[in-house]
């Protein structure tokens, strides 16, 4: 079993920041990769941000140039730096960590609203 717990979420202005955190229950050098989704009001769950084991990065089109994903092994958390956001930012941000034959195992969820 692993425990997910996400935070850094909030009401921010358009054009502003937040750093979202994922702390893991377990080291994180356990899991082929971790990644960032999030999900609307009536829309699906997507892929935001991804990092694997070997540190290979993958981004949504919509957040390339703006959000960052980086961890931190020593503290076993996965962060995603987001700049400059925008209205349609705005969505319940989840952190899932890919555990191979050992199944995916998702956090609770942050909010993050973009508004002025």
């Known amino acids: 079993q692993v425990q997910l717990v996400e935070s850094g979420g909030g009401l921010v202005q358009p054009g502003g920041s937040l750093r979202l955190s994922c702390a893991a229950s377990k080291s994180i050098f356990r899991f082929y990769a971790m990644g960032w989704y999030r999900q609307a009001p009536g829309k699906q769950r997507e892929l935001v941000a991804l990092i694997t084991r070997d540190n290979r990065i993958t981004f949504a089109e919509s957040v390339k140039g703006r959000f960052t994903i980086f961890a931190d092994n020593t503290k076993n958390t996965v962060y995603l730096q987001m700049n400059t956001l925008k209205p349609e930012d705005t969505a319940v941000y989840y952190c899932?960590?890919?555990?191979?034959?050992?199944?995916?195992?998702w956090g609770q969820g942050t909010q993050v609203t973009v508004s002025s």
């Open positions: 899932k960590a890919d555990w191979g034959s050992l199944g995916d195992y």
